[in-house]
């Protein structure tokens, strides 16, 4: 069963057990991937082609940017912003939201 959801400010909505790889053409990159889900969001050049996941582990939700060359921020509901790029992944909550290139998305447990 899905443990979270991901809603794309175009209204598409994915639900997600274990983890999501969105990108402008995104792919299974590692063994953890295998049963990713995969989100195309077609937007020129703002988004890279794999440029954030979020993925369920130990009970927690994960955001990581993928190695995009604008990085992705994370906010938490009360609207503090916070920058990740490839670096470690970033707990986030019920309610935060990505933002990468020119769009968003919003996490939310299911």
Not at 25 to 32: E, G, K, W
Not at 38 to 54: C, K, M, Q
Not at 82 to 105: C, E, H, L, S, Y
């Amino acid at each position: 069963p899905p443990r979270f959801a991901v809603r794309l400010d175009d209204g598409r909505s994915f639900a997600v057990h274990q983890r999501v790889i969105v990108g402008r053409a995104p792919q299974r990159v590692s063994r953890d991937d295998s049963d990713a889900v995969l989100v195309n969001i077609e937007d020129g050049s703002t988004i890279a082609p794999s440029h954030f996941a979020v993925t369920w582990h130990d009970g927690r939700l994960l955001v990581e940017d993928l190695g995009s060359a604008g990085g992705s921020t994370v906010v938490s509901p009360s609207g503090v912003q916070t920058r990740i790029t490839n670096a470690a992944p970033m707990q986030v909550g019920d309610g935060w939201v990505v933002v990468f290139g020119a769009r968003r998305a919003q996490v939310s447990l299911v």
